[in-house]
């Protein structure tokens, strides 16, 4: 069996979901399971939805009106006999005020999950009726059926014996749609795996379906050395190896999500990475035993950083019991270190604020420690480096810190 994914950007509007059509009439759709993502940014829209309710903001219903407004507005665009998948939209919509009317808890990340969901719900409600009617006849499934996960809402961890169990039913003959991102617990409360799990959800399924290859379908010709929204004269990867391919993500390449790479390599099942506009391209194999080719410099870049620098208040020297208290800091405010360096008198972390609780980090830490910060940094990597490369980087602005290991340099940038 195969596994694709269609990211949000691949089912953005109207147009983009006929391209699905053609995508899989190209390339055939026998024997395949198909994940699809929310919308365009319909999960950042669902988020606000969500920030509404939580703050009992008077938006709120405007915000619900954004998300199916949307969906109504491309319906009306890709069908031609609109009222049956109007009638399913509802039903989704109902389910949701159902469950804001009812809910009780106070737990953002439960109630994130329960309604962030609906995205893909959605989407793959609307494309899998598009298809059947497009003469690919499919099954939809709800993928909280088969992705079984603990609670660690907005982050769940699956469990694997009761998802490969669940997912080892299906029939391997037949064309599957279903939900990428989503899961449930043991209670059947819906979960998500993490923001763009989408490529995880589809490892899952391969890796429990011992699927041939997953092919993830994107807008671009496949990996490229760097992310072509920020460097000009990208090229094209088109041969990975996992731990390659894991190195990038790890730093920070968005085009695979991090957590997709390991289920597929201890199985040995390729990764292809291709165009969906793009069809007669190979795009990028990630697979075992595979050189980098071309081997050329690879830059990952991570903006919206903060180098933070971090002294003891007697200037006594940064060593391993005041290290531990500020990771424990660190830990306890969810903050992502993507870059540490040390010296005698001073500590410097680059950190992603993600979940918004700097200043909640300044007031634990500043009673303690020296603390000096840079916002809105940016933090390159760069794999496979040599001088050009690093020139390249160091001419986009002033060299803030720098650090090199075998191969890779990485520099922050202001
Ligand atoms: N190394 C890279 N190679 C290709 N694309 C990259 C890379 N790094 C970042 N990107 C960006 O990833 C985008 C595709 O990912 P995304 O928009 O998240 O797709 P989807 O919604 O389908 O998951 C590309 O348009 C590109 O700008
Ligand atoms: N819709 C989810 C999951 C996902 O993977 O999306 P995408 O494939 O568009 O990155 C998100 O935006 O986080």
Redesign the pocket.
């Known amino acids: 069996m195969k596994v694709y994914k269609f ?4 089912v953005k509007d109207a147009e983009s979901i006929r391209n699905v059509v053609r995508v899989l009439k190209h390339e055939g759709f026998e024997n395949t399971l198909i994940i699809i ?1 929310a919308m365009g940014k319909m999960t950042n829209a669902f988020e606000k939805v969500v920030h509404a309710y939580y703050h009992k903001s008077e938006d709120l219903r405007a915000e619900i009106e954004v998300v199916r407004d949307f969906h109504i507005d491309l319906v009306e665009n890709l069908f031609e006999e609109k009222q049956p998948i109007l009638v399913e939209i509802e039903l989704l919509f109902g389910q949701l005020s159902g469950f804001l009317a009812k809910n009780k808890t106070t737990d953002y990340n439960f109630i994130y999950d329960q309604v962030v969901g609906y995205g893909e719900l959605l989407s793959t409600k609307i494309i899998s009726s598009y298809l059947n009617i497009a003469g690919i006849t499919n099954n939809w499934i709800d993928v909280r059926d088969f992705i079984k996960t603990d609670s660690t809402y907005r982050n769940a961890s699956v469990n694997w014996q009761q998802t490969c169990d669940n997912i080892k039913t299906l029939d391997t003959h037949n064309l599957y749609i279903t939900q990428g991102f989503l899961g449930s617990n043991s209670k059947s409360k819906s979960t998500t795996l993490g923001r ?1 799990g989408s490529d995880y959800s589809a490892a899952i399924f391969a890796f429990c379906l011992n699927a041939e290859s997953v092919t993830i379908w ?3 010709d496949g ?2 050395n ?4 920020y460097f000009e004269k990208t090229i094209l990867l088109k041969q990975i190896s996992y731990s390659e391919a894991i190195e990038m993500a790890f730093y920070g ?3 695979i999500h991090p957590k997709t790479l390991k289920p597929l390599e201890n199985k040995k099942i390729p990764l292809n990475v291709r165009s969906f506009y793009n069809l007669e391209n190979n795009g990028s194999t990630v697979s075992k035993g595979q050189h980098l080719s071309p081997e050329i410099p690879c830059f990952i870049l991570k903006r919206e950083q903060i180098l933070v620098s971090i002294s003891a208040l007697d200037f006594s020297f940064m060593v391993e019991h005041n290290l531990s208290d500020i990771f424990r800091i660190l830990h306890d405010c969810k903050l992502k270190v993507n870059l540490i360096q040390n010296s005698a008198l001073s500590f410097s972390v680059c950190l992603e604020d993600k979940f918004n609780n700097f200043d909640a980090f300044l007031l634990k830490i500043t009673p303690k420690y020296n603390v000096t910060f840079v916002n809105n940094v940016s933090l390159y990597t760069i794999r496979h480096a040599n001088q050009n490369a690093i020139n390249l980087v160091e001419k986009k602005g002033t060299v803030l810190l720098k650090q090199a290991t075998k191969g890779t340099v990485q520099l922050i940038m202001q």
């Open positions: 990211g949000g950007a691949s993502s763009e994107k807008d671009v990996v490229l760097a992310d072509p929204r390449a968005s085009v």
